[in-house]
């Protein structure tokens, strides 16, 4: 187990690594940063005195190295547009996305366990065929567009929640139903398809032959090895929610994680770019190695891996 | 294996076999049919110019409201451009992205996985590390970037999907090769003298190939609504190309006093992925591939 734990860590932080190449190599895409920092209506004094300023004079390897070595303990730089530093900004956003988060995945878990569990014990009967639509449906439905119809919906027609920004706990409601809707299809999906297998098992069979009630049977044996599927892809899901929030942050003028992210790709702030692609990666990379994890500690014959 | 395979045999999905199944295969098929030809003949079928502006004909209803504008059969968008030549240009730009996204990110994603999966070992592991490394990364921020960065385009937006989606690609290829690999067929080409290359090509490929298409399905319509999210938050397609994503951005100022005009293309949009993840997932269950995600 431990062994488990120390490989998949290690992995992670080369993981983390590589990414935090990538994110610092993305920001360099654009060419001379410093013409664009400086501004359309900058001299070449002035690009001169931004590059100077802010350390883009050094070579590349440098630059890199003093990210990587500051980043490590927490110091991401300075903000060119916000005038703070990249840290608190993100440790201010960071609360808003996590709360999106987890409002998402729980109103997600709501739908799509008991409708996988229903759709596995009703198998191949029209409750089993609606359910594998209401999937095909939710997948297919563009979540930014879904959030305008709610916006249009609950917020101009019936007035009930407020349409865009961040205040009280209403204006989480609609981000974390679109959010969910973006999780349910696949949720709903690997509920069903470990349920039918579990419920296939020859435990299962043994557990009837014991005379078991079919509530014990689903509930205590089937459903604890249908959840060892379902508890990763939750924990991944989680992972990818909270880099998929940008879209729905943006559109409902939530200031996260993501907000911040698409206004500093905007604004050409790319220390804080790097900073956001970084730590929403590490996100997901922690939330793997959990699922990795709990994985082991559901089903003993992982442990060993 | 001497297991009696007759028993271990996967059922086909009866889902599959029946009736409604199949009709969700045919009206998948029916519906990309559909969205294809609107978009190669879609301007020859629609007289008016999917550019033009008429500033005295702005935001007209469609066919079904009053109001409506004979000619506009889908009213027109905040600048008088007629809707319906928009969208069906717009039909064209969400096929092409979501085409050349697949065959990006399959010629990337299927080479890892095959290589991995047939050498194992080192190869295994790097491309392994290499998947990880690729799902980590939030797709739809760094795609914000590259394009924020280095100015949008059809082009670039294609290369950046492309660069991003060949996760499925390769775990897919890289599991279906495993499963292949020691078959007899594959010992055979060894002693007959087949070169590495054939083998992977000639005797791997068509055997995992299906497999591979019911991912391409799921790609295309991952990179269909990427495409669109990305226009619709200003970083993707430039205007005045009409994307759907693009077109429900700037009718979005518009949107609580005319509705229609994000319905219309956000309605396109669902309908054209609905029907590419129905074509995949008939293509699934004809395989009886049902654990394939």
């Not at chain 1, 890199?64 to 530093?85: C, E, I, L, P």
């Not at chain 2, 009206?27 to 550019?51: K, Q, R, S, T, Y």
């Not at chain 2, 795609?143 to 499925?168: F, I, P, Q």
Request: charged residues 10%; proline residues 5%.
């Amino acid at each position: 187990m431990l062994r488990l734990i120390a490989r998949r860590l290690a992995l992670g932080v080369l993981v983390a690594l590589t990414v935090m190449t990538l994110a610092f190599l993305l920001t360099r895409l654009s060419g001379d940063l410093a013409v664009s920092i400086a501004g359309p209506s900058a001299t070449q004094a002035d690009v001169e005195i931004v590059r100077k300023a802010y350390g883009l004079d050094r070579p590349l390897y440098v630059q890199f190295f003093a990210w990587v070595g500051r980043a490590m303990v927490g110091d991401f730089g300075q903000s060119y547009f916000f005038k703070d530093s990249v840290a608190n900004l993100i440790q201010k956003r960071l609360p808003i996305t996590l709360t999106l988060g987890l409002v998402g995945l729980s109103l997600a878990l709501m739908i799509s366990l008991p409708l996988g569990i229903l759709a596995a014990l009703r198998e191949n009967t029209w409750i089993d065929r609606s359910v594998t639509m209401f999937t095909m449906v939710g997948q297919a439905i563009p979540s930014f567009w879904l959030a305008l119809i709610l916006m249009i919906v609950l917020g101009l027609q019936l007035g009930v929640l407020p349409i865009s920004g961040t205040g009280t706990w209403q204006h989480f409601v609609m981000p974390g139903i679109v959010l969910a809707f973006t999780a349910i299809p696949a949720l709903t999906r690997l509920t069903r398809s470990g349920m039918i297998e579990a419920m296939a098992s020859d435990y299962i069979r043994t557990a009837r032959a014991k005379g078991l009630s079919r509530a014990r049977i689903i509930f205590k044996h089937a459903l604890r090895n249908a959840a060892i599927p379902v508890v990763s892809i939750a924990a991944v899901q989680l992972g990818f929610m909270l880099g998929g929030s940008i879209v729905i942050e943006t559109v409902f003028a939530l200031h996260g994680v993501g907000y911040l992210g698409w206004e500093s790709i905007a604004k050409n702030d790319f220390p804080v770019v790097q900073a956001v692609v970084l730590v929403l990666a590490v996100f997901y990379i922690g939330l793997t190695l959990l699922a990795d994890i709990l994985n082991a500690l559901l089903d003993p014959r992982l442990r060993t891996g | 294996m001497s297991e009696p395979i007759a028993i271990q045999a996967p059922q086909p999905s009866s889902i599959a076999t029946s009736r409604i199944g199949t009709a969700g295969f045919a009206i998948g098929i029916a519906i990309v049919a559909i969205v294809l030809f609107a978009a190669l003949f879609g301007n020859a079928l629609v007289p008016a110019d999917p550019f033009t502006q008429d500033l005295g004909n702005r935001l007209k209803p469609p066919f079904w409201m009053e109001g409506t504008q004979a000619g506009h059969l889908l009213g027109t968008d905040q600048l008088g451009r007629d809707y319906l030549a928009r969208l069906v240009y717009g039909a064209r730009i969400s096929l092409l992205i979501g085409i050349m996204t697949v065959i990006t990110s399959g010629l990337i994603g299927i080479t890892l996985g095959v290589l991995g999966g047939f050498f194992g070992g080192r190869v295994d592991d790097f491309v392994l590390f290499a998947i990880t490394t690729r799902l980590s990364i939030p797709v739809v921020l760094v795609a914000l970037a590259v394009v924020g960065l280095m100015g949008s385009g059809l082009g670039l937006v294609v290369a950046t999907l492309g660069l991003l989606l060949w996760d499925r690609f390769a775990v897919v290829a890289r599991a279906t090769t495993m499963q292949v690999r020691n078959n007899d067929y594959v010992s055979a080409a060894w002693c007959a003298g087949a070169s590495m290359p054939h083998i992977l090509i000639k005797e791997i490929l068509p055997n995992i190939a299906s497999h591979l298409a019911v991912v391409a399905t799921l790609e295309m319509a991952l990179a269909i609504l990427l495409e669109a999210a990305l226009s619709f938050l200003g970083l993707g397609v430039p205007p005045p190309l009409p994307s759907w994503g693009l077109m429900i951005a700037e009718g979005k100022d518009y949107m609580f006093f005319s509705p229609w005009v994000i319905m219309i293309p956000g309605v396109a949009l669902f309908i054209l992925v609905l029907g590419i993840n129905l074509v995949g997932d008939g293509l699934r269950n004809l395989l009886g591939a049902e654990r394939l995600r």
